[in-house]
């Protein structure tokens, strides 16, 4: 007697890229009755409706087992996918996705204690080893906070000495100098990364009209979002970054999420709140999104990554801390940004104004940083175009075979 049995589909998350976006698109369709057109495909990953490659695509999924059918006729789900295809739908159903609330109780609650980082009183330290404030926006290459603070030491440097970051990156240097009443300057030609600074290094923060921001915008974003559709909000990067870059990077879901957050954000008069909120949505959101950097940039559509929402609701509670824990201490430098590659540094210093410089080059490693950070320059409104994004890699000092232009 001959048992029939279905092939055993391999693990989703080994998937290759293109192959898992139409297995999620398709599945989605799905669970609403829908059928999927080679022209949905083809506007979703970006390759002509012709193109073999989306045929082949379709062809090696019906054959791993996770579809049956085709194009035309309709697709549908095998037995043993039932699990997979509700957990995609589950993921991606923001109409009826339970958005926590607990930032609404953390921005109401009255105690404005911050919670425990220490079992004991802080110094200035303490707060800078344990990474208050460097951690709202960590980077791939960060180098140890305390390395900053050993040097300060190591060379005697005294309270408003000059320490010049030639490549800000994300502000550990500045930070850690402003922490011991050292001023700072940082260079950077992406614009992302002294903005990022910038918000990292000013703390003169209302904290209670902070939580008032917070309490309004997630009542608003959890009454919304199951309303997305309904809503006249400005699309903003959604418009403007290439369409197959973005669903690269980001779920259909989590575009809507990022988007309607990103509106109620631009709505905020204060400046410094706006900023700081702009930057949690951002981290937030790359968190979230399909994208692995290690190593290169490489995205998996099926990877387990913590919800946006839990992850903002996480950062901007964190914020606050950080900053009831620094505020305590009012003895700080000052730092300034200046969006421009350092080899212009004389345009911005004085002669021998300068009392230490210390950074973290960029390597000979060929790690691409405009397209790291590609998600949250459009985000952010930094660049509009593939030649903004030019514009910024011509002006930064080229650590990598991938930065090198023909003029």
Same mark, same amino acid.
């Given at each position: 007697?001959?048992?029939?049995?279905?092939?055993?589909?391999?693990?989703?998350?080994?998937?290759?890229?293109?192959? $898992?976006?139409?297995?999620?698109?398709?599945?989605?369709?799905?669970?609403?009755?829908?059928?999927?057109?080679?022209?949905?495909?083809?506007?979703? $990953?970006? /390759?002509?409706?012709?193109?073999?490659?989306?045929?082949? $695509?379709?062809?090696?999924?019906?054959? =791993?087992?996770?579809?049956?059918?085709?194009?035309?006729?309709?697709?549908?789900?095998?037995?043993?996918?039932?699990?997979?295809?509700?957990?995609?739908?589950?993921?991606?159903?923001?109409?009826?996705?339970?958005?926590?609330?607990?930032?609404?109780?953390?921005?109401?609650?009255?105690?404005?204690?911050?919670?425990?980082?220490?079992?004991?009183?802080?110094?200035?330290?303490?707060?800078?080893?344990?990474?208050?404030?460097?951690?709202?926006?960590?980077?791939?290459?960060?180098?140890?906070?305390?390395?900053?603070?050993?040097?300060?030491?190591?060379?005697?440097?005294?309270?408003?000495?000059?320490?010049?970051?030639?490549?800000?990156?994300?502000?550990?240097?500045?930070?850690?100098?402003?922490?011991?009443?050292?001023?700072?300057?940082?260079?950077?030609?992406?614009?992302?990364?002294?903005?990022?600074?910038?918000?990292?290094?000013?703390?003169?923060?209302?904290?209670?009209?902070?939580?008032?921001?917070?309490?309004?915008?997630?009542?608003?974003?959890?009454?919304?979002?199951?309303?997305?559709?309904?809503?006249?909000?400005?699309?903003?990067?959604?418009?403007?970054?290439? =369409?197959?870059?973005?669903?690269?990077?980001?779920?259909? $879901?989590?575009?809507?999420?990022?988007?309607?957050?990103?509106?109620?954000?631009?709505?905020?008069?204060?400046?410094?709140?706006?900023?700081?909120?702009?930057?949690?949505?951002?981290?937030?959101?790359?968190?979230?999104?399909?994208?692995?950097?290690?190593?290169?940039?490489?995205? /998996?559509?099926?990877?387990?990554?913590?919800?946006?929402?839990?992850?903002?609701?996480?950062?901007?509670?964190?914020?606050?801390?950080?900053?009831?824990?620094?505020?305590?201490?009012?003895?700080?430098?000052?730092?300034?940004?200046?969006?421009?590659?350092?080899?212009?540094?004389?345009?911005?210093?004085?002669?021998?104004?300068?009392?230490?410089?210390?950074?973290?080059?960029?390597?000979?490693?060929? %790690?691409?940083?405009?397209?790291?950070?590609?998600?949250?320059? /459009?985000?952010?409104?930094?660049?509009?175009?593939?030649?903004?994004?030019?514009?910024?890699?011509?002006?930064?000092?080229?650590?990598?075979?991938? %930065?090198?232009? =023909?003029?």
């Amino acid at each position: 007697m001959t048992v029939l049995t279905q092939p055993q589909i391999i693990n989703p998350s080994k998937l290759p890229f293109l192959q $898992a976006q139409i297995l999620q698109q398709i599945y989605l369709n799905l669970s609403e009755h829908n059928k999927t057109s080679i022209e949905e495909l083809s506007e979703l $990953a970006g /390759y002509p409706k012709e193109s073999k490659i989306l045929a082949d $695509a379709i062809k090696m999924l019906n054959n =791993k087992g996770f579809i049956e059918g085709d194009l035309l006729l309709g697709f549908s789900i095998p037995e043993n996918c039932f699990d997979l295809f509700s957990k995609i739908v589950k993921r991606n159903d923001y109409k009826r996705k339970e958005y926590s609330e607990n930032i609404i109780k953390f921005a109401e609650s009255k105690d404005d204690t911050p919670s425990t980082l220490f079992e004991f009183e802080q110094t200035i330290s303490d707060l800078n080893k344990f990474g208050v404030i460097h951690k709202w926006y960590d980077y791939l290459e960060d180098f140890p906070y305390s390395l900053i603070e050993e040097k300060i030491i190591e060379y005697k440097l005294k309270p408003e000495s000059l320490i010049v970051e030639p490549f800000a990156g994300s502000g550990t240097t500045l930070i850690s100098a402003n922490l011991f009443q050292c001023n700072s300057v940082g260079f950077d030609a992406n614009p992302l990364m002294t903005f990022i600074s910038e918000v990292k290094t000013t703390w003169d923060i209302d904290l209670v009209l902070y939580k008032k921001e917070i309490s309004n915008i997630s009542k608003r974003f959890v009454k919304e979002i199951h309303n997305f559709d309904k809503l006249q909000l400005d699309l903003g990067f959604i418009n403007v970054m290439p =369409k197959k870059e973005i669903n690269q990077w980001l779920s259909s $879901a989590l575009q809507k999420e990022v988007i309607l957050l990103k509106n109620l954000i631009d709505e905020i008069k204060n400046k410094k709140i706006k900023n700081l909120l702009l930057i949690a949505l951002s981290k937030s959101c790359f968190d979230a999104s399909y994208v692995s950097l290690c190593p290169g940039t490489t995205f /998996y559509p099926f990877r387990e990554k913590e919800d946006f929402w839990d992850l903002f609701t996480k950062k901007v509670i964190s914020i606050y801390n950080d900053l009831k824990h620094v505020q305590k201490h009012n003895h700080y430098g000052k730092s300034e940004l200046i969006t421009d590659t350092c080899l212009n540094a004389r345009k911005y210093l004085k002669p021998e104004s300068i009392d230490f410089i210390i950074t973290s080059p960029p390597y000979p490693n060929d %790690l691409e940083y405009t397209r790291q950070t590609r998600l949250e320059l /459009y985000l952010l409104d930094f660049v509009k175009s593939m030649d903004d994004v030019q514009q910024i890699k011509r002006k930064m000092v080229k650590g990598s075979t991938k %930065l090198i232009f =023909k003029e």
